[in-house]
């Protein structure tokens, strides 16, 4: 008798334990797929917001902008339209429209959109980007506060300057060169555009 209620006992506690492994596997297994789901959202959110930000980058803002096209097929030669798409920035760009191109020395644009002149290029390109967002307001801030004339540092290391002249913000390069900003603060999801009538040029070493 006495062992027949031991076997009982043992058949109730293999059973009570098995009960709570398959409990406790259950809760593992939907622990585990809530986990996976949760990651599946979070990498789904993620590639929204990535192709969200790349379709409003400035790279996908000049492509949508006729007046840009020379501009794009430059950023294309010299290997920089991912910088301008995936790259989160802040930038601010100015950009030279297709009549500011058409002002530089054809035998010039020639010889830099050669592909073995891409780093050149990229150098010129550079020139026109600055690593931080500056809207056409605080270019007018930084000039009064400069008393008529504010510099701030290329992408490139090199140096612009920005002045008014008459109601217009004019950006002068190392040269003495200027051009005037035509067009003020196109947003993008990376920073900031503003279209200009002159292509501007580092000063080269001598």
């Known amino acids: 008798m006495k062992t027949k209620i031991v076997l009982i006992l043992l ?11 398959d409990s406790k596997k259950k809760e593992q297994e939907k622990a585990q797929m809530e986990q996976e789901e949760a990651k599946r959202q979070a990498e789904m959110k993620a590639e929204e917001e990535r ?3 790349e379709s409003n ?20 030669n010299a290997n920089l339209v991912a910088t301008f798409v995936e790259n989160e920035g802040p930038y601010t760009v100015f950009a030279p429209t297709n009549s500011a191109f058409e002002k530089v020395d054809q035998a010039t644009m020639d010889e830099l959109m050669k592909s073995e002149n891409k780093d ?21 801030q930084m000039i009064e506060d400069g008393d008529g004339e504010a510099s701030f540092s290329t992408m490139d290391g090199g140096e612009l300057k920005a002045m008014m002249e008459g109601d217009n913000i004019v950006l002068q390069d190392e040269n003495g060169n200027k051009a005037i900003i035509i067009a003020t603060d196109i947003e993008a999801s990376n920073g900031i555009v503003h279209m200009i009538d002159g292509v501007v040029m580092k ?4």
């Open 51 to 53: 192709m969200e930000m």
């Open 57 to 76: 980058s400035i790279a996908a803002k000049a492509m949508a902008t006729d007046s840009l096209s020379t501009l794009v097929s430059a950023l294309q």
């Open 120 to 140: 050149q290029l990229a150098t010129v390109l550079k020139y026109h980007v600055v690593d931080d967002e500056i809207t056409a307001s605080d270019l007018s």
């Open 203 to 206: 000063k080269k070493a001598s």
């Open 11 to 21: 058949a109730l506690f293999a059973f009570s334990f098995t009960s709570c492994e």
